[in-house]
């Protein structure tokens, strides 16, 4: 197979992944933690019958004209098997993990196998978020562990059959179920929205910087009982977690109250059984949450439904996708890129929620996964994220960051103070 055969379009959420690519590594990675062990050929066939299904992410990015080449050599290099002694397991997983990926050489989605004797196998999976939001990368970890289920008990037949997966990876697959009137109104129409600070970071920490995650698991128990006093306020888990950060952050940046983003999965535009091809389609919603001074947990915690409800039945989250997907379609890469940065910017502190994930959705046929571990982009400190996953009802705080160890304490920190303040919630409501 011949190198850099075919050339595919560079969708608009492409570029904007890849302007934010200039302030952090836009990854999303997955460590999964198995019962048992996978075959690593029958992986590799697994993984290359995905890369016929979706193939950018066999591709590499090519900067000079800004689109996704084919590329055979990325493709060979999607899934590595590392066999490694108990004491440099953890090491291991850590070091996968935070490996860096290169777009312009591919692929964007890379699998490590990590084996030791006696032990089951470690799982990572990192994914170019120019691929895939955190929905679709969640889409293609289950594609993956369903396609090793299928291709363990299928006969030769079957087993080179790819899976089946929409081939659009445009905006224009929502655009196309939306009122065209609508669509003039929203892009025409001023945002009434409070305007995310993209200035605002974290305390400068002293210290020499390296790639590092902190975590902060929140337990079952606390993670129902707070789901349970959440609904019963008329709130969710969502705005829960979000009124906490807020507040910390407010806390630790000294200021009165915070506008902070909150991802918005655009496939709730989708038409009813419609499925989304493997690409980014996440908007934001904004909301404006008070410190710990002015305002109680339950107090702020309030104050973040009344806006999320507001705007959970308004369509205005499309209106800045749909206007940095139109300039996309219309300019050359830099021009879309200078109006992006200059009108809405990228906010230094932010948040993602994965949502949940329950262990049966990622089973590789007899193989299941126990524990799961989702990391988010990696920040130059004091630029923060805060990333949040469920995984059969536990749910992780964690932060990826390039920082020193000064600042890897005021992370934690802000990990443990957001946590803290739902489990209080938990166990004693607001």
């Known amino acids: 197979m011949a190198e850099d055969t075919k050339t595919m379009m560079a969708q608009p959420f ?4 890849h302007i934010y690519g200039e302030v952090q590594e836009p990854l999303i990675r997955f460590a999964l933690e198995l019962d048992g062990r996978l075959d690593i050929d029958t992986l590799r066939d697994s993984v290359d019958l995905i890369a016929q299904a979706v193939p950018v992410a066999a591709a590499r990015y090519d900067e000079q004209t800004c689109d996704w080449k084919s590329s055979a050599t990325a493709r060979a290099n999607m899934v590595h098997l590392v066999e490694v002694g108990p004491e440099e397991r953890e090491h291991t997983r850590h070091i996968a993990l935070l490996a860096h990926l290169n777009p312009s050489k591919g692929p964007q989605l890379r699998i490590t196998l990590i084996r030791t004797d006696d032990m089951p196998d470690l799982l990572v999976v990192v994914i170019n978020h120019m691929l895939a939001d955190g929905q679709a990368a969640k889409q293609l970890l289950c594609l993956i562990s369903s396609t090793y289920a299928r291709m363990a008990g299928a006969g030769s037949y079957e087993r080179g059959i790819a899976p089946t997966v929409p081939a659009s990876r445009s905006m224009l697959q929502l655009i196309a179920n939306l009122d065209p009137r609508r669509l003039a109104v929203l892009m025409m129409k001023r945002t009434r929205l409070p305007k995310v600070d993209t200035k605002l970071h974290l305390p400068l920490a002293q210290g020499i910087s390296c790639p590092r995650y902190v975590t902060r698991a929140i337990a079952v128990d606390d993670v129902r009982m707070a789901l349970e006093r959440t609904h019963a306020i008329g709130s969710t888990f969502n705005d829960l977690l979000l009124a906490a950060y807020g507040r910390t952050i407010c806390s630790a940046a000294g200021i009165e109250s915070v506008v902070l983003p909150c991802p918005v999965d655009l496939r709730r535009f989708a038409r009813a059984g419609q499925t989304c091809g493997i690409c980014n389609l996440t908007g934001s919603y904004v909301c404006r949450i008070p410190s710990f001074k002015q305002a109680s947990l ?18 205005e989250c499309l209106r800045g996708p749909l206007l940095f997907n139109a300039a996309a379609l219309a300019l050359p890469y830099e021009g879309a890129r200078n109006l992006y940065l200059d009108n809405a910017g990228i906010p230094k502190v932010s948040y993602t929620n994965l949502g949940a994930t329950e262990a049966e959705q990622l089973s590789f046929g007899d193989v299941h996964v126990t524990d799961m571990l989702f990391l988010a982009a990696t920040r130059a400190w004091p630029c923060f994220q805060l990333s949040v996953s469920t995984f059969d009802g536990i749910c992780t705080l964690s932060a990826t960051m390039n920082a020193s160890d000064a600042a890897e304490d005021l992370a934690r920190q802000v990990l443990n103070v957001t946590a803290e303040q739902i489990e209080l919630f938990a166990r004693q409501g607001v």
């Not at 492409?14 to 992944?17: A, C, E, G, I, L």
């Not at 107090?299 to 039945?313: D, G, S």
């Open 14 to 17: 492409d570029w904007m992944q």
């Open 298 to 315: 339950g107090q702020a915690l309030m104050r973040v439904t009344h806006q999320m409800r507001l705007q959970k039945t308004s369509d």
